[in-house]
């Protein structure tokens, strides 16, 4: 089975350009999440989409990121413009969905993102 | 909202020793998930162990075990016969059965030293 992958590996940017991540969920995971670690902080959460739909995006930083998931498949995420505070690793994780909670959460290598 | 709390930034065991991780959290509510999470250098993150609330077996998994206090709000991992495998960011993780998100703490660096 295909673990989840994400793209690019690295990203590095200017500030005020355009920058989109992509996460490839398990197959069959209705749940996917979008987390973002800053160097030296806790994994903070961002989004979440059950198939198509954001179930909760409370994490989610101000209007310059927008998270997408058509079809219920893969999802892109992009912060437009980039500022610096951006800089990070973004994580994707994806899950089945349970009715008791302890399905635990699939990651994928996530992607290093580098505003200058 | 729940916090997470690792209040060792690095730590170190020499290979074939003991290592104990400590975490610590908020809550209040009566039943959750906790986990931990291991990432090695420039690799994905993946389980190590998941202890369910209600169980009050602490759960182990291999030379991974947890020494779950509920009333104390602490869950520690521990890793016996640590190899060289074994280096890599720790990450504990709570999750509430009504909800969705995942809550982690700010990791554990763990060095094994051969």
């Known amino acids: 089975e295909a673990g989840v992958t994400q793209f690019p590996s690295h990203s590095v940017i200017e500030k005020g350009q355009t920058v989109t991540l992509r996460c490839d969920p398990i197959s069959g995971h209705d749940n996917l999440y979008w987390y973002r670690r800053v160097m030296g902080k806790e994994i903070k959460f961002l989004l979440h989409?059950?198939?198509?739909?954001?179930?909760?995006e409370s994490g989610m930083p101000n209007n310059r990121f927008l998270a997408e998931r058509t079809g219920g498949t893969y999802s892109t995420l992009k912060v437009q413009p980039a500022e610096l505070e951006d800089s990070g690793v973004y994580f994707c994780a994806s899950s089945q969905v349970s009715a008791t909670g302890n399905s635990p959460l699939h990651f994928g290598n996530g992607t290093r993102l580098t505003v200058t | 909202a729940q916090t997470v709390t690792q209040s060792q930034p690095e730590m170190s065991v020499q290979e074939a020793e003991t290592v104990t991780l400590s975490c610590t959290y908020d809550?209040?509510?009566?039943?959750?998930?906790l986990f931990w999470y291991k990432q090695p250098p420039s690799r994905q993150m993946i389980l190590v162990i998941r202890q369910e609330a209600y169980k009050q077996q602490n759960a182990t998994e291999n030379r991974f075990s947890v020494n779950f206090q509920k009333a104390a709000k602490s869950f520690s991992l521990k890793i016996s016969d640590s190899q060289l495998g074994d280096a890599a960011m720790y990450f504990c993780?709570?999750?509430?059965?009504?909800?969705?998100?995942?809550?982690f703490g700010t990791g554990t660096s763990l060095t094994v030293i051969p």
């Open positions: 809550t209040s509510e009566s039943d959750y998930y």
């Open positions: 993780a709570y999750r509430s059965p009504t909800g969705n998100q995942f809550y």
């Open positions: 989409f059950v198939k198509e739909s954001k179930q909760d």
